[in-house]
């Protein structure tokens, strides 16, 4: 098709309007290669590899009689009517008249005054989009739209729309893509023995077919497999992006095995105990059986030369605490440092009284840095940590400020390790770096998280991670029993409330969610205050949130920990971390408005001790379907794994995930939901290709992810 008959009207939503719609492409300019750079198309395989977004089916005409409304399709007629109008704001509207004599109004908000020329009575016009019923009859507003002649044959394939940028047409991408394909060879890297054993078996054909499949869709092809994205083709793409992001994933994995760390071998403090064997005999309690191995495994590590980069995983009250504190015990054995990071500065406190309980009788300097410490007491915490003295560092971000030296740093823990951004876990690194004792040293990491990953997840994700698991509860609890109330029965709830009370138990009541607005989220809070203090009387209520002063956080903690207070009033800022055992009822307003794994969380803080303990989900109606899916969920099951699977199918792996997670990024083509079975036969074809062709993982990886690495830095 000659490119002066192309005109970019391409659906506003998808693709900004061009500059000059009906200016051809300039194959050599400046101006499109920059843009062809904007869209990271550097390379000619880059622009062979830049897959179609999506395909527009114009193989069929539909009569104008046989429209409905809501269906895209495409017309053909003749230009009956043209006229620009002012209906509300300025819009081009042109009747298109059909052979049968059925008309159909084409209108557009957004147009350019050359279009409005060339779009003349008695002008022949494909057009293509979503019939909607108008005001006038059958409509299409922004139709997709060709000049054609009489006669002018149909294209017999689905046409290709890719990704593109303000300026860039279709047509100039389509022809820029074209000559890519005929002059860049697309060889196949896999070795033959792996083809046979892994690529053969799933059907999928040779990389050079799948792309020309794609970018030209051939006759007959099988329109719905295309369009989903299901057919071998995309298979085959998916199948070769899943394996970069695995080769990746594991390269660094070796590559940790190349740095040194310092090996974390005890010497007894005394005569016979090391401070390990101090902390296990003075807890009060007995270590799980979950917990003793994944003792073992951080254990093990530690005692290696290379720097341990483990993920523990763990729900909820699974008792992951305990294990940073073993962890940090073989760590000032062998005389290194310690910092822990948590994501919250009532967290941070919450840890530095538990584990200055544990560590202080033994003789060790456990102190605390956050931002809103009294500059003499933080003053003295950072002349300890440098010189030290400090051996173990508590604290939220505020750790990895510049100010902050440490003497000799050996292990890094990370709580709650999914409330962190990339930029903080890198900042993390950056300052660990430099912390040991040795220049080219790195200390140990490990990150703790109760958001547990599904395992189909977790294998494409933390392949650069060692991964442990707590798949078992302390003793002695018992599940928290869950209920739905409506806002409607808030005054039975309150007479609860008070009976838990009056009974000696503690109670959480978390107010609403008010997402967009910090300040309105604190009035609630404030007004939820109010009102319970008023209908309640007899009772010792308190109030926390995210805005109140350090010092104030932690006495209203302190206060109902002591029971002093036997209600809180809490925003999220208890989500994480919080342990109070006695508390055994928790109340959550409108909790349709949380996640599924924040509920989970929140929920967390109760049930740690041996009373039967409830969680109250107050909601409003009418709940939304997602939100009452949420809900359900948390009544059927306490298990965050089981959560996390549902949760990740109410709100699919992109959001699951979140842009936190290093590996997503990596992703174009693959949906780890619909894709997951590919991903054990890539892993399988990674670890083929890292012990026998080294050569062509590197190749594999310019081809698939250049400049796309450092994704996994984090
Ligand atoms: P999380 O995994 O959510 O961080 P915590 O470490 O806060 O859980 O532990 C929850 C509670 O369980 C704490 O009060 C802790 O002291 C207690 N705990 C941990 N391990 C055990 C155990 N083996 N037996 C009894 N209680 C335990
Ligand atoms: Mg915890």
Redesign the pocket.
């Known amino acids: 098709m000659p490119a002066s008959k192309i005109l970019l009207s391409e659906p506003l939503t998808e693709i900004p309007p061009a500059v000059t719609p009906a200016d051809q492409p300039k194959p050599n300019s400046g101006r499109q290669a920059d843009k062809l750079a904007k869209l990271g198309l550097t390379r000619k395989l880059d622009l062979v590899l830049h897959l179609p977004l999506r395909y527009e089916d114009e193989t069929t005409v539909t009569a104008i009689c046989d429209l409905l409304a809501g269906v895209t399709s495409q017309v053909e007629g003749v230009i009956t009517h043209h006229e620009v109008t002012y209906r509300g704001r300025r819009q081009l509207c042109i009747t298109l008249t059909d052979e049968k004599g059925d008309t159909l109004v084409l209108r557009f908000l957004n147009f350019y005054g050359s279009q409005v020329k060339q779009l003349a009575v008695g002008v022949r016009l494909r057009a293509r989009g979503e019939v909607r019923d108008g005001f006038f009859g059958m409509e299409i507003v922004h139709p997709a739209y060709r000049l054609v002649a009489q006669g002018e044959p149909l294209p017999q394939a689905l046409t290709p729309i890719y990704s593109t940028c303000a300026g860039l047409s279709q047509a100039y991408l389509r022809r820029a893509i074209d000559n890519a394909l005929t002059s860049t060879p697309l060889p196949e890297l896999l070795p033959d023995a792996l083809n046979a054993e892994i690529i053969a078996p799933l059907q999928l054909p040779p990389l050079a077919a799948a792309v020309r499949t794609l970018h030209h869709p051939p006759l007959g092809v099988e329109a719905d497999a295309l369009l989903e994205r299901t057919h071998p083709a995309w298979l085959r793409i998916k199948f070769e992006e899943l394996l970069a992001q695995q080769l990746s994933l594991k390269q660094s994995h070796l590559q940790r095995r190349t740095r040194l760390a310092p090996a974390l071998i005890g010497c007894a403090q005394s005569a016979a105990h090391t401070l390990l064997e101090g902390l296990l005999s003075a807890?009060?309690?007995?270590?799980?059986a979950a917990?003793q191995r994944v003792q073992k495994e951080i254990s093990a590590d530690l005692a290696l030369p290379h720097p341990m980069q483990r993920l523990l995983q763990?729900?909820?009250?699974?008792?992951?605490?305990?294990?940073?504190a073993l962890a940090a015990a073989q760590a000032i054995d062998a005389g290194y440092q310690v910092a822990l990071m948590v994501p919250t500065e009532l967290l941070a406190e919450q840890h530095v009284r538990?584990l200055q309980g544990w560590f202080a009788p033994l003789g060790i300097n456990v102190v605390w840095l956050t931002a809103s410490l009294k500059a003499k007491v933080k003053r003295a915490a950072l002349a300890a940590t440098v010189t030290g003295q400090a051996q173990l560092i508590v604290g939220t971000h505020a750790i990895i400020q510049d100010k902050v030296e440490f003497a000799r740093l050996g292990l890094v823990i990370i709580?709650e390790q999914h409330r962190f951004g990339v930029a903080q876990r890198l900042a993390l690194r950056a300052k660990a770096q430099g912390a040991t004792d040795q220049a080219n040293w790195q200390p140990h990491q490990l990150m703790?998280s109760?958001t547990p990953i599904p395992r189909t997840l977790a294998m494409s994700y933390y392949a650069d991670l060692d991964v442990s698991t707590?798949d078992e509860l302390?003793?002695?609890r018992t599940p928290v029993l869950t209920k739905l109330v409506s806002q409607a029965r808030r005054d039975e709830v309150i007479e609860r409330v008070r009976q838990v009370a009056l009974a000696g138990r503690q109670i959480y009541w978390v107010c609403p969610l008010i997402e967009e607005s910090e300040t309105l989220q604190l009035q609630t809070a404030e007004d939820t205050f109010a009102k319970l203090s008023a209908v309640l009387p007899e009772l010792q209520i308190g109030l926390v949130h995210g805005r109140l002063k350090s010092a104030d956080k932690a006495e209203v903690m302190a206060a109902f920990t002591r029971h002093e207070i036997q209600l809180l009033v809490a925003t999220t800022v208890i989500e994480v971390?919080v342990?109070i055992?006695n508390a055994s009822l928790m109340v959550i307003e409108h909790a349709e408005r949380f996640g599924l794994s924040q509920l989970h969380q929140l929920r967390?803080r109760i049930g740690?001790g041996s009373a039967a303990s409830a969680c109250v989900l107050l909601y409003a109606g009418p709940l939304s379907y997602a939100a009452r899916a949420r809900l359900n969920t948390l009544r059927a099951t306490n298990d965050g794994f089981e959560i996390a699977r549902s949760d990740l199918e109410i709100r699919g792996p992109g959001e699951f995930l979140g842009a936190r997670q290093s590996g997503a990024a990596m992703l174009r083509f693959a949906d780890l939901q619909q894709d997951a079975w590919l991903i054990e036969p890539a892993q399988r074809a990674a670890d083929y290709l890292l012990s026998k062709h080294p050569e062509i993982v590197a190749q594999h990886l310019t081809r698939w992810l250049a400049g796309r690495e450092n994704y996994l830095e984090v």
């Open positions: 807890l009060p309690f007995a270590l799980t917990q763990g729900d909820v009250g699974s008792g992951k605490t305990v294990l940073a538990k709580d703790m109760a707590l302390p003793p002695g971390g342990d055992p967390g740690r």
